[in-house]
């Protein structure tokens, strides 16, 4: 998983180091298709901040084999964790990861007003 | 290329759509390699906020033509444009389509804040 302390001053105000765009492009990787980036919305987005398979199955025409192995994939990312209570794991978004991807993109104008406000 | 007009809200705050999120997914697959997100952070960072092939090539160990096929990528998916001036094309990042997608990434606090500030 990702250094996320170390990682990333926005792209459009520095440039990436090697490293950072090896751990960087493994995230984006993981949130390049389209059925993760909607487990990764409905989780986010559910009352609490979590949500089990139960209340993702329903959103997709897809077997649970299917949206397991999504899941899987975005826990493997470091993007969301899974915890087992009783019959259902809940997954949760690691939100500091989130805000980390979302600050490497702010773009050039927005990363500028930083500096000048830092 | 996206309607980036009419996507997204944070994916904290709703869940995605399913047209959203294709569209979306596209953008983070051509951010899925280490050497295109250093070469959209050297576009989006260098002087002016534009570069060429000139500029790039020095920060890797690869071929022109594989340094081409990448910024054809990164062209084709929105995230870039290319302008050809005299001998050189001249690369420029979308801004609009940066904040975009770090504004789909907020997470859920921010997401909320938002709401409340709005």
Redesign the interface.
């Given at each position: 998983m990702i250094a996320m302390d170390a990682c990333c001053s926005p792209?459009?105000?520095?440039?990436?180091s090697?490293e950072q765009?090896?751990e960087?492009?493994k995230l984006?990787?993981a949130?390049?298709?389209?059925?993760?980036?909607?487990l990764?919305?409905?989780i986010?987005?559910h009352a609490g901040?979590e949500a089990c398979v139960c209340d993702l199955t329903d959103?997709f025409d897809l077997t649970g084999p299917t949206i397991s192995h999504h899941l899987k994939v975005l826990r493997e990312s470091g993007l969301i964790t899974g915890e087992r209570r009783g019959t259902w794991v809940y997954y949760r978004?690691h939100?500091?990861v989130?805000?980390r991807?979302?600050?490497v993109?702010?773009?050039?104008?927005?990363a500028a007003a930083e500096v000048v406000s830092a």
């Open positions: 792209l459009a105000r520095e440039p990436l090697e765009s090896v960087l492009a984006f990787k949130m390049a298709d389209p059925v993760r980036l909607r990764l919305s409905l986010a987005s901040g959103a978004v939100p500091e989130l805000a991807l979302s600050a993109l702010v773009p050039g104008d927005a």
